[in-house]
Structure formats: structure tokens, C-alpha cells
């Protein structure tokens, strides 16, 4: 059984929870994006093809993404259910968590205290409201998990080489251009002309500092660059977007 790009070191040695992260090759797989079924269906497919050479059988949860900070508990008697929210948490064996991505990082989160594990989608809006925060706060509230014994696995993403944003955008993380200032970090943004680069990697990590995490690996993929490995939002700029599928899932 082969690992997608997502596969994190730090998790091989568990072999109770299992994820991973869809390749451009594998197709695209967003669904009710378009009022198109035959598109639907295409996803689907694809999903189904994926989740099963991954071995990632069980319950797909779905959700709707809304670039938020809101963590939602899926359980057995709501996985079918598909909310509103970025971020997702369980200790229910064989539910796969799902978020979609195309610039966007996914975040994995594993527990192996208390066998909790949680996914969730940061784009630059969900890192500006920290949902990586909100995350661990939500594995304290519903386990009982301590933030030091988390792992979190930061994903493929866009990284700051093509993370352009404006004025009005960079304001927004202003709370952590003036932390790297003031404590000597290496700069999160970087300005080009009448462009500035920010870097949401090195944000995501030092959010996850922040809120207690020692154990953090990431994936140093960018996105954008990687044109035949992935689908890239603001790279393609698609009518209809493309997009992958990560994955998390305890296995009973």
C-alpha cells in the first residue's frame, strides 16, 4: 500500500492513523462546486479511487469550506452531515476527515495520548484567524489533549515565493510582521515592487509555538512551482476550480 506526498515521519510509527494528500494526477476533487453532476461524478470517481489505493476505507466526511476559524467535533452520529467550518476533530475510528486544497495548506493533528486526530484547511484567511490555534484548543476541550502532545503535520502549500499579497492584505498579519521585528525572527514578509511575499508556512509554525506544539513537520512543497504535482489556485486561475483532497482517518 503505497503513501501519498503528505506522508509525515513523525507519524510512521503509528499505525493507527493514516492520511495523505491527492497528486494532480490522481484528477481533481471538488464536488457541488459547479450545479454540474457530470462533474460530480467525475470527483467522485476520483475520490473513490484515491481513498482506496490510500486504504482509507470508512465514512467520508465532507465538509463546506469557508476560509474560517470555526472547529467543528465530527462523531458517528454526524459525519454525514456537511457544516460549515475549516477545521475537524474526532476519536471516531474509520471517519475520514477530508478538507480540499489548491494553495491552501492542510493541517494534520494527531493525538497519540488520547487517539484523537484532527484536519483542517488554512488559507491565508483561516492563518490570519489562526484556526492552528482554534485546533488545539478544540482537542482540549472535547479530549482533554495537552498541546505538548500533539503532532501536527503542516502540508503542501502555496509558500512565500508566490504568496503575493497588497497592502490592505499584509495589514491583516501585521501581528506577525511586527513580532519578527521586534523579536529578531526571520522577516514573514518580504516586499517586491508594490507587492509584499508572505510567508503563511513560517507563520502556520510559529502559531503552532504559540500555542504549545514541540512537534511540528512540514512539507516544503510550494504549490504554485510544482505545476505537474499539483493544483494551483492562483497559478491556474481556473473558471472552476481544481483542487486536491487531504485526508485523515484512525484506523480501528
Not at 467520508?60 to 452531515?81: A, D, K, M
Request: charged share 30%.
Amino acid at each position: 500500500m503505497g503513501w501519498s506526498v503528505a506522508m509525515f515521519e513523525m507519524f510512521r510509527p503509528f499505525v493507527d492513523v493514516r492520511h495523505g494528500l491527492s497528486e494532480k494526477k490522481d484528477g481533481f476533487m471538488n464536488v457541488k462546486t459547479a450545479n454540474d453532476p457530470a462533474r460530480d461524478a467525475v470527483a467522485l470517481e476520483n475520490r473513490r479511487r484515491f481513498f482506496e489505493r490510500e486504504g482509507a476505507t470508512g465514512n467520508i466526511f465532507i465538509p463546506y469550506l469557508v476560509h474560517g476559524s470555526e472547529v467543528r467535533l465530527v462523531s458517528g452520529e454526524n459525519w454525514q452531515e456537511m457544516p460549515r467550518a475549516d477545521g475537524f476533530v474526532t476519536k471516531m475510528p474509520e471517519i475520514v476527515l477530508t478538507v480540499t486544497v489548491a494553495d491552501c495548506f492542510p493541517l494534520y493533528f494527531y493525538d497519540p495520548i488520547r487517539k484523537a486526530i484532527g484536519l483542517a484547511h488554512s488559507g491565508w484567511r483561516g492563518t490570519v484567524k489562526n484556526i492552528l490555534g482554534r485546533m488545539v484548543e478544540a482537542f482540549g476541550e472535547h479530549f482533554g489533549s495537552r498541546p505538548e502532545d500533539l503532532l501536527l503535520g503542516i502540508g503542501s502549500g502555496i509558500q512565500k515565493c508566490h504568496f503575493s499579497v497588497r497592502d490592505d492584505v499584509l495589514e491583516q498579519f501585521k501581528e506577525y510582521t511586527d513580532l519578527a521585528q521586534e523579536k529578531g525572527y526571520a522577516s514573514f514578509a518580504a516586499r517586491k515592487g508594490d507587492e509584499h511575499f508572505v510567508d503563511l508556512r513560517g507563520i502556520l509554525v510559529r502559531q503552532a509555538e504559540e500555542a504549545g506544539i514541540k512537534r511540528v513537520e512540514t512539507v516544503p512543497d510550494c504549490t504554485y512551482c510544482l505545476a505537474d504535482k499539483y493544483f494551483s489556485y492562483r497559478r491556474d486561475k481556473p473558471a472552476i476550480p481544481e483542487v486536491m483532497v487531504a485526508y485523515c482517518m484512525l484506523r480501528s
